[in-house]
């Protein structure tokens, strides 16, 4: 067990809906990273946050944007979905923006 | 922009051989780290590599890095079922956070 958690663990949703993931790194770090797994891409990164504030981003779309709140945990929004954002989505937190990332157990979204 | 190779993409192997994975990368790193990933679960942190020449032991496993030829290896000695999973690489650049991983390579262990 990593110390990082996320919710849910599965989401199954329709094309054109809108989801929410949630994660909670461990405790004390304040670097937030998203990951995203697919046959296609492999594992890619998004998107990084920093004690609040947008670090780094990835390989990530439009509909989709991240925000890390006071608390220091993290929400992934997913819009208008389609069957290629099915994938399973991690989120990993580390103490400081250079230290080692530990994954949560990730998400896996199922479009239909 | 980062590049991240491994080869093979699968390996089976029979109980008690050895073998290794290798990664390749096109860009100057400061760490690399090597990940196991079972099916449908989260990655286990295997190894963190930072410098040159660094060689890393756990069990069955060695990891090795060499900074000048952009390589890092994984070597598995006398395999057993247990080992049957897939293994990545993730290289962090100099500079920024992110880790930019390897294709994977799917490891299966046959008795």
């Known amino acids: 067990d990593s110390g990082v958690t996320q919710t849910p663990k599965h989401l199954i949703t329709a094309t054109g809906q809108r989801v929410t993931l949630r994660c909670s790194p461990r405790s004390g770090d304040l670097s937030v990273y998203w990951y995203q797994q697919s046959l296609d891409q492999g594992l890619q990164f998004l998107i990084q946050?920093?004690?609040?504030?947008?670090?780094a981003k990835g390989n990530i779309l439009e509909r989709f944007s991240a925000q890390q709140f006071p608390d220091l945990h993290s929400e992934l929004n997913l819009s208008s979905l389609e069957l290629g954002d099915s994938a399973l989505y991690f989120c990993a937190s580390s103490e400081g923006a250079n230290r080692e990332q530990y994954f949560g157990p990730g998400t896996r979204l199922t479009v239909t | 922009e980062l590049k991240v190779e491994q080869n093979p993409l699968f390996l089976s192997m029979q109980e008690g051989k050895n073998y290794t994975i290798y990664c390749n990368y096109s860009t100057t790193s400061d760490r690399l780290y090597w990940y196991r990933q079972d099916p449908g679960k989260s990655l286990e942190s295997l190894f963190v590599l930072l410098s040159n020449g660094a060689v890393k032991q756990e069990g069955r496993l060695m990891a090795s890095l060499d900074t000048k030829a952009r390589l890092s290896t994984l070597h598995i000695t006398a395999a057993v079922h247990d080992l049957s999973a897939t293994y990545f690489c993730a290289v962090k650049e100099t500079s920024g956070s992110r880790l930019t991983f390897g294709e994977g390579t799917q490891l299966t262990v046959n008795p």
């Open positions: 946050y920093y004690n609040g504030e947008e670090r």
